[in-house]
Structure formats: C-alpha cells, structure tokens
C-alpha cells in the first residue's frame, strides 16, 4: 500500500497552459505540504493544510492554488505554466501541525514546461 | 536569518569506511533536527531526528547523528559505508517560528565506491 501517492508522475506542457496534480495520503495524517525541488535539488516548501485549512502559504505565485477537499487529500494547480515551473513536485504528511513531527513524502511529480 | 548549511556539495567514501555528512544550522531557541535521504527518482525517507536528550541520535540503516550545541551542528555518521547508502542526504531543521514549518538544507551527495 502507498502511504502518500501523486498523480501523475510526469507531467509535460506548454507554456500557458494549466494543470493539476494530485496527492492522496492513507496515513491518517492531519497536515499535508507541497514542495518544489529545482534542478539543482534545492526543497523548498509552497503550502501546507492541517485538517482541511491553508498554515503556511509561502512566498509563492497566485498563479498556483492549492485545495484540500478533505484530510487525506491535497491538490495543486497551476495556472498560466511557465517555463520556470519546470520542476519536481512533492507532496508530504505529517501526523500533526506540531514542529517535531515527521513528514513522510510522496514519489514526486516531475513537471517539464515547454 | 535562519538556515540550514550543507557545506559539501558531494561526500566520496570507500565501501567499509566510516562517513560523516555535515550540517550546521542557524535558528532561534531549540531546533527540531531531522535528516532525511532521497534515492534516484524517489521522495525523501525519514533516516532519524533530534527533539531532546541524548546528542547521539541513532536512526535507520546503522546511520546515527550528533547534535552538538556549541557548534549548532547536528552531522550525520555512519561507521562502515555501503555502497547503496550511495543518495542525496538532506538536514532539516523545523519548528522555524514557532511554526510546523521545516527549513532544508541544499542537499549533500554521497557516494561510496566500491
């Protein structure tokens, strides 16, 4: 069983275009996150939702929107791609919203914008 | 500025000997400290953390980690390397703020040749 699955795992498009990525987790978690890894491996954190609400919103684009229509769920959007989207996508859980827990990730999606 | 450093971008080691990936870090009040290891085409696994008591902090795998205060450095060890610990190793740190928010740093890459 995959404790936190992303769909899809590889994801090309063109520029302008809008797409979505999934996250499901089936841990139970209450908080959820969404990373970008660059091309040089840098993590950096875009979200996260605890028990369905938005905790931490970092210094990220408008053009991506994040949605949690329950727990075990997390979804991203992205509106208007750019090039500089290209990136992997992880998304992660935790059990709580508290400093020591640990985050258990997902695979990753790899998103190429042309 | 809270941080997180990884000083080497790359750590070579022959199969059998001892390794050592370093960290140091740079927050307000008591860190949470983690690291955690990312394989080709992977998320990241959770390898072990530090909260409180004992500086050694024993983990996955036969990896252990030091956390020394004075030195704001929490360095990951292994006494005998294999060479599929081979992967990309990241220090965290969290509860940035009194926030669930971790910090990570710029990876290392580890490389045990046989």
């Known amino acids: 069983d995959t404790a936190v699955s992303q769909t899809p795992k590889y994801l090309v498009t063109q520029m302008g275009n809008d797409k979505s990525i999934k996250c499901e987790q089936n841990l139970g978690h209450d908080t959820m996150y969404w990373y970008k890894q660059d091309s040089k491996k840098f993590l950096k954190i875009m979200f996260s939702y605890n028990n369905k609400e938005l905790i931490i919103n970092e210094t990220v684009p408008n053009r991506f929107s994040p949605k949690s229509p329950d727990k075990a769920h997390l979804n991203l959007h992205i509106n208007s791609l750019e090039l500089g989207d290209s990136a992997v996508y992880f998304c992660?859980?935790?059990?709580?919203?508290?400093?020591?827990?640990?985050?258990?990730f997902g695979p990753g999606t790899r998103l190429t914008v042309t | 500025a809270q941080s997180v450093a990884q000083p080497e971008d790359q750590v070579n080691v022959a199969e059998g000997n001892p390794l050592t990936v370093k960290c140091t870090y740079s927050v307000s009040g008591n860190p949470y400290l983690f690291w955690y290891v990312q394989y080709p085409n992977r998320g990241l696994q959770f390898l072990l953390k530090?909260?409180?008591?004992?500086?050694l902090v024993k983990g996955s795998y036969g990896f252990e980690a030091e956390f020394n205060k004075s030195q704001t450095s929490f360095h990951l060890k292994k006494p005998s390397a294999l060479v599929s610990d081979s992967a990309l190793y990241f220090c965290a740190v969290g509860g940035i703020s009194g926030t669930y928010k971790y910090i990570f740093g710029t990876g290392t890459r580890l490389k045990v040749l046989a």
């Open positions: 992660a859980s935790s059990p709580w919203a508290v400093a020591g827990s640990v985050q258990y």
């Open positions: 530090y909260i409180t008591g004992d500086n």
